[in-house]
């Protein structure tokens, strides 16, 4: 099933039928249900049975083996981590920052965020063989900004000469960082971001209660927000955002102590939201993601020293490309938060 702000799209996307591109590139931001339409269109291209809208039927061989992940005619190219997406998932979260230990310890070698030459390579293996059921086959790239150098240069070959009856449906929410060889070898379509009103219905039927304030927070993308409902972090965000709220009066020691456990780059993220949005109370006189802090936030733009703010954002900006290292939590927040209050400092 696709999300139902994504129906338009569904319905647009049905007058190319005729002439099927070798490689569509979906695009859009984060949260908004890129990869499970990906995987929905997918399944629509192999259905032996599909409606005239281009719904798959469900019921045929192919939409079975679709469902069971084993589609003989169909490949979905993800980096390691998001393995667990491969049958089922719905994509709803951005690339997971952290990973989890492995049972063998610490020593455990952490699953890559990026697709690699081998991953691309069992691909070609599959595009030169033919079609196990006569029709279409299907290759699903997620996200696509994950395949590394090597990765993207050889799939170029075969997206620059592609293999008869293949369909490429290459899913990213940075084409920024895409190749741009492998951006004009696809015909490129932007996916809708939901109106807020549609997303606050999907999320209260979700059993969401704030939907408002985690849609805003999440940018307007209705995954990230639910995914926000239930994120395990979400006593210590409302603890942390209290304390960049009280400006000045911050307490960058408990900000140390309470959020050692929480990884670096979810802290950063708060971090960010909130001083993007001091800036935005300061010159548009309205936030983007703490609409129910405006106060604070309208209180701190007012308090911070503009020079010392700039510094600031520069500072956090630059720890985001650090932040997988291997650092002690704690002691990057305390720095971290010791300098928030500095921002203050008449
Ligand atoms: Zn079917």
Redesign the pocket.
């Known amino acids: 099933m696709i999300y139902p702000w994504q129906t338009n799209d569904w319905q647009r996307l049905q007058q190319l039928r005729a002439h099927w591109p070798h490689a569509l590139l979906l695009h859009g931001e984060a949260g908004i249900g890129k990869f499970r339409f990906a995987q929905h269109l997918a ?1 629509g291209l192999l ?4 409606a005239p809208n281009g719904e ?5 061989a ?2 079975r083996w679709f469902a069971q992940g084993n589609h003989p005619d169909y490949r979905v190219v993800l980096p390691e981590i998001l393995a667990g997406l491969a049958i089922g998932g719905d994509g709803a979260a951005d690339m997971p920052a952290e990973k989890a230990d492995g049972e063998e310890g610490k020593k455990t070698r952490q699953p890559s965020k990026e697709v690699k030459i081998e991953q691309v390579r069992a691909l070609l293996d599959f595009c030169t063989l033919g079609s196990h059921r006569g029709g279409a086959r299907v290759v699903v790239v997620y996200p696509a900004e994950a395949l590394n150098v090597a990765a993207a240069n050889a799939l170029l070959k075969t997206l620059e000469e592609p293999p008869a009856g293949v369909v490429f449906l290459m899913v990213s929410a940075r084409i920024d960082r895409l190749l741009p060889t492998i951006v004009s070898r696809c015909r490129q379509w932007p996916m809708s971001v939901p109106n807020p009103a549609d997303a606050q219905r999907w999320l209260a039927a979700q059993g969401v209660d704030d939907a408002a304030a985690l849609l805003a927070e999440a940018g307007g993308a209705p995954l990230a927000a639910l995914a926000l409902a239930s994120d395990e972090h979400r006593a210590l965000r409302d603890f942390t955002l209290a304390q960049l709220a009280s400006g000045p009066n911050c307490d960058a020691f408990a900000c140390g102590e309470n959020l050692q456990k929480v990884p670096v780059p979810v802290v950063l993220g708060w971090l960010q939201r909130w001083l993007y949005d001091v800036l935005a109370q300061h010159t548009a006189g309205r936030p983007r993601y703490f609409p129910g802090a405006a106060k604070a936030l309208a209180r701190c733009a007012q308090a911070a020293d503009p020079a010392a703010l700039a510094g600031y954002i520069r500072t956090v900006t630059r720890q985001r490309a650090v932040e997988n290292h291997p650092l002690n939590a704690r002691l990057v927040f305390e720095e971290l938060f010791i300098a928030y209050r500095g921002i203050f400092a008449a």
């Open positions: 399944q259905c032996e049975t599909p798959p039927c469900g019921t045929c192919a939409c």
